[in-house]
């Protein structure tokens, strides 16, 4: 089932017919990025697989929730960012402070402790930011969403978005302002 010629719409169409590789197949495709978007957002990986397994789940039962109106990415983007925001809402915790994974550390470079150091600042100024600017701002600038596909996932206009990332940008730019000095 790995044509990449068949389509999301067409997997997600097995999925419904009974092939159980079809959802397989969905979740082989798309779930490192909703594994990026959900460890982002709740700051450590064990919360974040336990969200992106209670989406994919919710996501299998659901498929006949999909009305087609939105690409099965943006609908399986959207499951995992709203129990996301359950999960915040409910434990009303800040996110713990992660520890990068040795693949995102930077490669023998000069002064590898100072960009861990800003690496660490960010991911503390992202766990500062309420969490629906947090989640824009993970969106679209973290992963590169497109504004209107942002807006798609959170079910939100196009402008609600921009306004969550500008005051998300503003306030990270005053909890990062101590990066700038240290420049040389």
Known sequence: MADPDVTDEQLLAAHRDGDGRAFAELVRRHGDRLWSVAVRVLGRPEDAAEAVQEALLAAHRGVAAFRGDAAVRTWLQRIVVNICRDRLRRARARPVLVAWPRSDLPAARPDTATELATRLAVHDALAELPVE?????????????AVAEAAEILEVPVGTVKSRCARGRARLALLLGHLREELP
Request: overall charge neutral; hydrophobic content about 55%.
């Open 133 to 145: 600017q947090r989640v824009a701002v993970v969106l679209v600038d973290v992963h590169g969403c």
